[in-house]
């Protein structure tokens, strides 16, 4: 499922230094404080956002009332995306977990920018191209391996996207509590209790801090059969 010694290259890093520059100064430098939302899912689209720093969670309703988180997006990516190009009402629900500083842009500012320059445009292309192969893949895993298979798939995913190297393995550098990984694989906490509680006894992770270590991260690829698919694409 993924390489680790493979670097994961984001939106903003494809850009020359002169289009990082036009990047920076043709929308609005905002702060955003943790616990703000950006976008609610059913909104008409309006802006698309840079991260600079900060988290951003992405998230939908499941029909049931209960929240499913879909992804968690860092410095040098993008979030408005995929709905602001074909004006459909927002999808997702767009939450500020740590306080952030982004660059907010208009609808039409972007599309002029990237028919201007095709350096932007085509950046972009394949920065949404990898956000719907991992989401598409997220959900294969899911489906495929069941509620088991979810958790191991998100922990590897979260050891792509914020995973340090640690002497005993991949540290994961954002505190995860098991009703936020509960969200991401749509289970309950109890649920996560167990399984992590299993991962633990066999010597699978542990905890460093709140912060989980992956120590046999092997184990979690083997059980999902993982293949020798790009790291991007195993991202959270």
Known sequence: MDK????IVRFFEQLSTENKQ?????????RVQSGSVLFSEGDP???IYLILTGLIRLSKMTS???????SLLQKDELAGEASLFNELSVTVTATVEEDAQLIRYERTVIEELFKMNG?????FMKWSAIQNQSTQSKFR???LCGKKGGLYSTLIRFSNSYGVQHEKGILINVNLTNVEIANYIGTTREGVNRLMNELKKKNIIFYEHNNIVIHDIQFLKNFLQCGD????ICTI
Request: aromatic share 6%; net charge negative; charged share 25%.
């Open 64 to 70: 049931d009332g209960k929240e499913f988180s879909v």
């Open 229 to 232: 698919c790009p790291v991007e």
């Open 4 to 7: 680790k010694e493979q670097k």
């Open 119 to 123: 350096e932007l445009a085509v950046a």
């Open 45 to 47: 689209p309006q802006y």
């Open 141 to 143: 895993d899911l489906i």
């Open 22 to 30: 036009l990047m920076l100064t043709s929308g609005t430098n905002i």
